[in-house]
């Protein structure tokens, strides 16, 4: 069973910069894709990144693209998520998570397998 934790959020300014991270622990045999999807109040949660462990080929919604990247310490198992030049439109609950693969669809949040408990990101 994976169990993922995420942490880094909180409230800035827009334009500001955070890092969220996601420390994945557990069984991770078989899932070879990690991402971060994010919900706000009375809005659809969205795919914002994606990686592919494997081959480090990574995914982003267009507008988060060229402002946050994904990546991994592969040494800490933890997952990251660098974000920058933030705007009032990304203020949100942000989750990380795992699945077997992203070529299925890497930015579809129904398609992960496992789940963290997710960590609010305000901007305003």
């Known amino acids: 069973q994976v169990q993922l934790v995420e942490s880094g959020g909180g409230s800035v300014q827009p334009g500001g910069s955070l890092r969220l991270s996601c420390a994945v622990s557990?069984?991770?045999?078989?899932?070879?894709?990690m991402g971060w999807s994010r919900q706000a109040p009375g809005k659809e949660r969205e795919g914002v990144a994606a990686?592919?462990?494997?081959?480090?080929?990574?995914d982003y919604t267009d507008s988060v693209r060229g402002r946050f990247t994904i990546s991994q310490d592969n040494a800490e198992n933890t997952l990251f998520l660098d974000m920058s030049v933030l705007k009032p439109e990304d203020t949100a609950l942000y989750y990380c998570?795992?699945?077997?693969?992203?070529?299925?669809?890497?930015?579809?949040?129904?398609?992960?397998?496992?789940w963290g408990q997710g960590t609010q990101v305000t901007v305003s």
């Open positions: 557990g069984t991770i045999a078989r899932h070879f894709c």
């Open positions: 990686v592919t462990i494997r081959n480090g080929d990574v």
């Open positions: 998570a795992v699945k077997l693969y992203c070529y299925s669809g890497p930015l579809i949040p129904a398609s992960y397998n496992y």
